[in-house]
């Protein structure tokens, strides 16, 4: 910014002692995001991050910005308060997947239907690794973890095709482990008016290990990524021997790239309809096979923190700044007789 020093990643990162399980993946998501601010002309005095309940939640202590470290699932509460009231900040929301999706999902789809202007990380391991290993609203069908000894028969929950159904403006997901690739989405992010969500599978080491290793390891990950890329056809494979293409029914599929012809679907996350990018995370329902990677939608939308002081803005204009003690005192008010 004009008139204002060069930062770097240093100025970025507290003097807190990071205190995560050695191998964790949230040291690279922090390590990304203490690096790419200073790059997007962003400063540790307008920026917040506010975070719940959880192992993801130790994030606000992280960064040498200003951060609030607040309650179980109401980090999109809280961060729609200071979003709306102060739109001169720059307001990120730290979550889990079970912070998030489950005593928080309430909170979450509303900041995504609203469409606050925050930029909302799920960090999704699959797992509670806080509370030490029970299973989450994202764990698969069949999990074995210690408040499910005999297996989890909940249906998990598509973090992404949940925030496409909220009518989210932008939705992605990217890997811990891809630095190039969590670069490039949190820029974009970063740069999208609105609430921005990003999903981010973060390996576990110690309770949920590997359980992104299809989409992670060396021998794997080329043919079970499926990257989206704005404007260019959706296939993969070594050697882009897979393709997606759509249904009649309105879904999609995977089949060989020789066979799909013309069919093959254009990404296009600019698209204002949300049911392609739908059926587009539908594709995956854990990654445990082809899963789609990078931006499912970005489009414009009013954001709710301008059309809302727009309003307050008018109201003054019309009708002044009031009279607090009369509003409280009017309508319907009643003695309480002891």
């Not at 990162?13 to 399980?21: A, G, I, K, L, N």
């Not at 509370?131 to 909940?154: C, E, L, N």
């Not at 995370?281 to 990677?293: I, V």
Request: with cysteine.
């Amino acid at each position: 910014m004009t008139g204002q020093p060069d930062l770097t990643k240093k100025d970025f990162t507290s003097d807190q002692e990071v205190r995560w399980c050695p191998g964790c993946g949230d040291y690279a998501i922090l390590a990304a995001t203490q690096a790419l601010l200073p790059e997007l002309g962003a400063r540790p005095e307008s920026t917040v991050f506010i975070s719940g309940i959880g192992c993801s939640s130790r994030f606000p202590y992280y960064m040498d910005t200003y951060g609030i470290h607040s309650i179980h699932g109401r980090a999109p509460a809280i961060a729609t308060g200071l979003s709306t009231s102060r739109p001169d900040l720059d307001v990120w929301v730290i979550t889990g997947d079970g912070d998030a999706l489950s005593i928080g999902g309430n909170h979450l789809i509303h900041a995504l239907r609203r469409n606050v202007n925050l930029k909302i990380l799920l960090f999704n391991n699959e797992i509670y690794g806080l509370t030490k290993g029970q299973y989450s609203p994202t764990s698969p069908v069949g999990s074995r973890h210690k408040s499910t000894p005999m297996g989890s028969i909940d249906r998990p929950l598509n973090p992404v095709s949940l925030a496409l159904g909220a009518e989210a403006t932008f939705v992605a997901r990217t890997i811990d482990t891809d630095r190039k690739h969590l670069t490039e989405v949190l820029r974009a992010a970063y740069q999208h008016r609105g609430t921005a969500f990003v999903e981010i599978y973060q390996n576990c080491v110690v309770f949920n290990d590997d359980a992104f290793l299809a989409i992670t390891g060396r021998d794997t990950k080329v043919i079970n990524q499926i990257p989206l890329r704005q404007g260019e056809p959706i296939v993969f494979g070594t050697e882009q021997e897979q393709a997606v293409i759509a249904l009649e029914d309105g879904s999609m599929a995977i089949v060989p790239t020789e066979e799909a012809g013309d069919r093959v679907v254009i990404h296009d996350a600019h698209r204002e309809e949300p049911t392609t990018a739908f059926a587009l995370s539908r594709l995956s329902h854990n990654p445990t096979g082809p899963t789609p990677l990078g931006i499912f939608r970005d489009v414009d939308r009013p954001v709710y923190d301008e059309l809302l002081n727009e309003q307050v803005a008018e109201a003054r204009r019309s009708q002044g700044d009031g009279d607090l003690a009369a509003l409280l005192a009017s309508g319907n008010v009643w003695d309480v007789l002891a």
